[in-house]
């Protein structure tokens, strides 16, 4: 548990209910949240964030060269690939006996790119 001092904490009970109204009332809707909280957590791990990464300026990889850069076997990185596009993230094309993954929405990169920019700073 963690303890907090008296000064982290109101010493009174009290809230400004115009100000909770405001804030309120300008919260995303909850699916919108629901949506951005499924992207955070595939973001939420380092190998994801990697395979995002190297797909951010249009490649497109196979799962075996997806293995090779994260040094994994290739059942882990399918298994990485897999969560990502059924998350609605990559999209992914057979080519024979190949698989390709690339990113579905650009945007995603943009947001990687934001993020590690904002961690540079």
Do not use: W
């Not at 109101?10 to 909280?37: G, H, Y």
């Not at 955070?40 to 196979?62: N, P, Q, V, Y």
């Not at 850069?69 to 399918?78: G, T, Y």
């Amino acid at each position: 548990m963690i303890k907090t001092k008296p000064s982290d904490i109101c010493q009174v009970p009290c809230f400004n209910i115009e100000l909770v109204t405001q804030v309120n009332e300008a919260l995303p809707e909850d699916d919108l949240l629901e949506n951005a909280q499924i992207l955070f957590g595939a973001l939420a791990d380092k190998s994801r964030l990697k395979i995002l990464h190297a797909l951010s300026d249009g490649k497109e990889l196979c799962v075996c060269d997806v293995a090779s850069l994260l040094e994994v076997k290739i059942a882990s990185a399918s298994h990485h690939l897999r969560k990502l596009r059924d998350l609605k993230i990559l999209k992914y094309r057979n080519d024979g006996k190949l698989a390709y993954y690339s990113l579905k929405d650009q945007r995603v990169a943009n947001i990687l790119r934001h993020a590690l920019k904002q961690l540079i700073e």
